[in-house]
């Protein structure tokens, strides 16, 4: 394989040296064109390594996609520029994107500071480009070597088969034995060594008890001595979740009326093998502590690391006056992006379990005997618990609704409510149907801004604009979303641009960076989660007053 004047040609024997042939220029012109387009702004501000390893990553996607329209110019016999009149365009193309180049890289400050204004962070470091420029070439230099690499093994597989096969019969055996090599690699070797570590640290990690941490005495609390569950079944997040949160004198104090003690019920990934007998251990934990006794019963599903985010179940304890139960079961030790990447239902079935076992007991009940029944999730557990709402088999029955947070991009449940929102709604704010049913929300919206009241059945979404992991989808490659239009989400930078497949990396890449700034992001928190649950639980006496004085109390516990 040669690169000459822009040409990309294919030579009957292909040695070793091929890995050190030089650059394309046409190559160069493009993957810098890219380059530029992912320095622009996404939903996430990017640190500057961030940044650098999308920005190498995208400059080896548009180097690529120039060798192969090289490759189908060549089979398609094309006749290109060559000799002083290529070398004269290649010239001054690599001028002009250089010096392209260095204006965006300098802008890219100005436009990762868009975003960071817009979520109230201090003005990123001004020696950054530097930075995204050096580790971007070195990403750039490790995906051509592969890219090399793959194409070496292609073509001589390639070479050697034309002995018996037709030409092109022999140049498609090579790239198929070339994929199969490195599927294998990759998905064989690379990806499943990566899985297999993260999961033992997962799992070392959740099996740890800190010296510090006493097994709890009370007889409510799961994990004691007379709880079903053991306490070293519990795992690190259940553990962690039992023992913590508001008590019933902690939440008197606030209200200046008598409490209890809110209950949490939760069953580890240790403690039974099968998610139908996790869930069953949970419901039977749940009736041993009382929790159909409780004015409130919440189906709450972690995320895939097992957390529940203390924000949630506080405000919804505060909320409810601790006068709540709330059952989970972990049903993972990998956290929800790696979950998502490996199995994204593989909780369904713990999720389906627990569902179905707390709704037929609770159909059971006495109408004015049995409490008002909720379900909550965030991110994958958001997704998973709208996966186990039979909407149409609990018409006759219904249960009271949801406040969910976050939901994913894979969610049905999610898009349906996007894809059919009124007209005059954006997709970073749907409005669905009459808001009897659905009604969404985002850090400063009202949930009760409809002209219709609730009906029976109160579901609420709560998700904020520049949460990448609820607006990521696979058509960011080829279409503007529906987000990027008209009036946009306040936490999103009005320099934001969509490009065709770099906007796709970019909000992919943003995906794994959502977290670590409360309030933006895939980072929910107490402030935002406190109106959701109140427009879903409709609690008596409820107002602005009474919601801002929580807010308050509940920043305050968090700020010390």
């Not at 104090?253 to 007998?277: H, K, Q, S, T």
Request: hydrophobic fraction near 50%; charge should be neutral.
């Amino acid at each position: 394989m040669a690169f000459q004047d822009g040409h990309v040609s294919i030579q009957s024997n292909l040695p070793a040296p091929v890995l050190w042939r030089r650059l394309s220029a046409g190559g160069i012109v493009l993957g810098a064109i890219c380059f530029c387009f992912a320095l622009t702004p996404s939903l996430v501000p990017r640190e500057p390594l961030v940044q650098g390893a999308l920005g190498g990553a995208v400059f080896g996607v548009g180097y690529g996609i120039w060798f192969l329209m090289g490759l189908l110019a060549n089979w398609l016999e094309v006749r290109l520029l060559s000799g002083r009149s290529a070398r004269l365009i290649a010239i001054t193309a690599l001028g002009v994107t250089t010096v392209a180049t260095a204006i965006c890289l300098w802008l890219s400050t100005d436009w990762q500071n868009s975003i960071r204004s817009a979520w109230g962070l201090p003005a990123v470091d001004t020696w950054a480009p530097f930075t995204v420029l050096a580790l971007s070439a070195a990403v750039f230099l490790v995906l051509l070597v592969c890219g090399r690499m793959f194409w070496l093994i292609s073509t001589r597989w390639s070479h050697k088969s034309k002995s018996f096969l037709a030409p092109k019969l022999a140049n498609l055996l090579g790239l198929l034995a070339a994929l199969a090599i490195f599927s294998m690699l990759i998905n064989g070797v690379l990806l499943r060594a990566s899985l297999r570590l993260i999961d033992s640290a997962s799992r070392a990690a959740d099996a740890i008890i800190p010296p510090d941490m006493e097994i709890p005495a009370g007889y409510l609390k799961t994990g004691s001595a007379a709880s079903l569950v053991a306490w070293e079944d519990l795992g690190r997040w259940g553990r962690n979740y039992v023992t913590s949160g508001p008590d019933g004198a902690a939440i008197a104090a606030f209200w200046g009326a008598p409490a209890p003690d809110p209950i949490r019920v939760y069953v580890g990934l240790n403690a039974a093998y099968e998610p139908a007998a996790r869930a069953a251990l949970a419901f039977e934990e749940l009736r041993r502590v009382g929790g159909f006794d409780r004015k409130v019963l919440v189906i709450a599903m972690p995320t895939g690391s097992g957390w529940l985010d203390p924000g949630a179940m506080n405000s919804l304890e505060f909320i409810a006056r601790g006068d709540v139960a709330t059952v989970a079961v972990q049903y993972s030790y990998l956290a929800s992006p790696v979950s998502v990447v490996v199995d994204p239902r593989h909780g369904l079935a713990e999720a389906q379990a627990m569902f179905d076992l707390v709704y037929a007991h609770w159909t059971a009940l006495p109408r004015d005997a049995r409490p008002r029944l909720y379900l909550h999730g965030l991110s994958l557990g958001a997704f998973l618990s709208q996966e186990t709402v039979p909407l149409l088999d609990v018409l006759g029955d219904p249960i009271q609704g949801a406040m969910w947070a976050g939901s994913p991009f894979l969610s049905d449940f999610w898009n349906m409510v996007v894809n059919r929102r009124q007209p005059d709604s954006p997709a970073w704010k749907p409005r669905f149907g009459n808001g009897s049913l659905i009604r969404t929300g985002n850090q400063g919206a009202r949930f009760d801004a409809f002209q219709t009241d609730w009906g029976d059945m109160r579901l609420v979404f709560l998700q904020y604009g520049s949460d990448p992991i609820v607006f990521f989808d696979w058509s960011l490659a080829w279409r503007r979303p529906d987000w990027l239009t008209g009036i946009r989400a306040p936490d999103v930078s009005p320099k934001m641009q969509w490009v065709p497949v770099v906007t796709l990396l970019q909000v992919g890449m943003d995906m794994a960076v959502a977290l670590g700034d409360p309030g933006f992001g895939h980072d929910y928190i107490a402030r935002h989660y406190i109106p959701a649950w109140a427009a879903a639980l409709a609690p008596d006496g409820w107002d602005d007053q009474t919601e801002a004085r929580l807010i308050a109390h509940l920043d305050g516990l968090r700020a010390r």
